[in-house]
């Protein structure tokens, strides 16, 4: 079978005529588990996949193609006509005729255009924009032909876009040669990444999409971690998606046989090996083949409702503290939040920047108390489980919105756990918090929905299964679960069988292991390992260690 690059280099061949003289990729991703968790600055644990996406490309010149768009501003047609040396086309190869060209020019009053796929590349160019200009001065025309092939199922939560944005990254960082490998010579760049740790997306006044990343003065020298936030940019901008930030990060900086524990509050990511061998389970994805639309769906109203829970609870612990100020005596103050403690924080409510800020202690005092400048004597029903959402609606903030609540600060508790349970081998606890981290994305998030519920309850109906979950953004795309390696036929086989009888589709079971990141293509195997990563280090030297001698200001993460 003809590998994924060969198919990209062949199709450009084809279409224009020549060799490309850049061949990049980026992969997909899978998150073992911490959902909707990145935008509210919490913790998650993903690895990338060897599933990728292919751009292989040159900058353009004048030649004949076929199937080239006649009009650059229409992004698909089949008609054939000459290459305008200030266009860019690009082809894609997993999409139909009519959907699979986009041609347009590149300058800094590019906009959206119809194809949607074509508006996450064009996102990327927008934030290179300037670097690129600076390498090709004092030529101003920026433009190439490409094409793109993916293995990475879309639709499936397992970051199709993500890697279209990292290979398109990768692709221009290549092309132009701009400055990816030479040390920093200031501080720059880490102030750039510093400005952007609050990635919890609010609503933009003047056009209604989540703010973008303040990148407007880039250094010359561009670290993986901009790259991941440029790409970051172009999904909220211009796919209007309000994603957080973990599947760009780790598309960026994925290492093979290690998950990537990463604090998205403070920007740090930590290794966690998992190296698949003889002894350890393996990690099947299940893809429902029900796809989801992120920028369409339930998404961005989840995205709100995190909002809204921390506007809640900072509005009270502000009101809180005025009262402590005022009145220390207060019979509004609760006993567990002492007069002192109250006194002593200064603007509490304003120091919770997130949700990753709120325990559950406090969650629960917002939700089940009235607003603290009102009078709080009145004897208020309580749930009999204090797991259960209380039947009264609170007046700080609604059952549902706490409920989504709940769900990131139990899934920031739950992923820290699985991270200890993984240093000591114990699959059953890793296992265990997997499933419940299922219970509260169907429950509490409610970004589940009936074909994956089935998958999910038919591979726990395996001996030998550990655990199972749905995993990405969610209303369909993907399970992961974590099965014993003499039950992965076993696993397979029922899933598939019982699953097409239940919803008659097909599903799709993949056994993975953690993949590299994005890297340029250096040459061709001829066995399955089709790609050499350029940057991939000896077996006993950490990639991170190569990051580290790029960026200064890392070190002390590294040595963690």
């Not at 990338?48 to 080239?68: D, F, Q």
């Not at 014993?484 to 239940?502: C, D, F, G, M, P």
């Amino acid at each position: 079978m003809m590998s994924i690059m060969q198919k990209a280099i062949t199709e450009f061949e084809s279409k224009f005529g020549s060799k490309p003289e850049v061949s990049v990729f980026a992969p997909g991703r899978v998150n073992l588990i911490g959902e909707h968790t990145d935008y509210n600055n919490g913790y998650v644990l993903p690895f990338a996949l060897p599933m990728i996406t292919v751009i292989v490309g040159s900058k353009s010149s004048s030649m004949e193609i076929e199937n080239k768009p006649s009009n650059e501003n229409t992004e698909s047609t089949n008609n054939i006509t000459k290459i305008n040396k200030n266009e860019t086309n690009i082809f894609s190869c997993n999409l139909k005729d009519d959907e699979a060209y986009a041609t347009f020019v590149i300058n800094k009053n590019m906009k959206p255009g119809p194809l949607k796929w074509a508006n996450y590349v064009k996102g990327v160019i927008s934030t290179y924009y300037e670097d690129i200009l600076d390498t090709i001065k004092p030529s101003t025309d920026i433009s190439f032909n490409a094409v793109i092939v993916s293995n990475v199922p879309v639709g499936s939560g397992l970051s199709s876009s993500a890697a279209l944005e990292v290979a398109t990254a990768t692709f221009l960082e290549q092309l132009y040669k701009l400055n990816t490998t030479v040390k920093p010579n200031n501080s720059r760049d880490k102030k750039t990444l510093s400005s952007s740790t609050n990635n919890t997306p609010t609503k933009n006044k003047d056009n209604d999409i989540p703010p973008s990343i303040n990148i407007t003065k880039q250094p010359p020298y561009i670290s993986p971690m901009t790259k991941a936030l440029r790409c970051v940019e172009a999904e909220r901008k211009w796919a209007g998606v309000p994603c957080g930030v973990m599947d760009q990060i780790i598309s960026v900086l994925g290492l093979e046989n290690h998950l990537v524990l990463l604090d998205c509050k403070k920007m740090e990511p930590k290794l966690v090996p998992f190296d698949g061998n003889s002894a350890s389970p393996v990690i099947v994805i299940i893809n429902s083949n029900v796809q989801h639309n992120l920028g369409g769906s339930e998404y961005p109203i989840r995205v709100q409702q995190c909002q809204d829970a921390l506007s809640a609870i900072q509005k009270y612990y502000n009101e809180l503290q005025t009262i402590a100020k005022s009145d220390p005596n207060s019979h509004t103050l609760k006993p567990s939040l002492s007069t002192n403690n109250i006194l002593n924080t200064e603007d509490i409510g304003n120091q919770i920047k997130s949700l990753r800020d709120v325990t559950m202690e406090m969650l629960d005092t917002v939700h089940n108390d009235k607003p603290p400048s009102r009078n709080n004597s009145i004897d208020r029903e309580k749930s009999p489980n204090k797991n259960q959402t209380t039947t009264i609606e609170s007046q700080n903030m609604n059952s549902v919105v706490y409920r989504r609540a709940r769900h990131v600060i139990t899934e920031n508790n739950r992923v820290l756990r699985t991270v200890e349970a993984l240093g000591k081998r114990d699959w059953k606890e890793v296992g265990r918090l997997m499933t419940e981290s299922h219970a509260s994305l169907s429950a509490d998030y409610e970004v589940s929905c009936g074909e994956i519920d089935l998958l999910v309850d038919l591979a726990l109906s395996v001996p030998g299964v550990y655990g199972s979950r749905i995993t990405g953004g969610g209303f369909g795309g993907c399970t992961v679960t974590l099965v014993e390696r003499n039950s992965v036929a076993t696993l397979k086989a029922h899933v598939t069988e019982k699953y097409k009888q239940s919803t008659g589709k097909k599903c799709i079971c993949y056994e993975v292991l953690p993949s590299a990141g994005a890297g340029v293509i250096s040459s061709i195997k001829s066995d399955s390992k089709e790609m050499i990563h350029p940057n991939k280090p000896p077996d006993n030297i950490s990639i991170w260690s190569v990051f580290a001698a790029q960026l200064p200001w890392l070190v002390p993460l590294l040595a963690r």
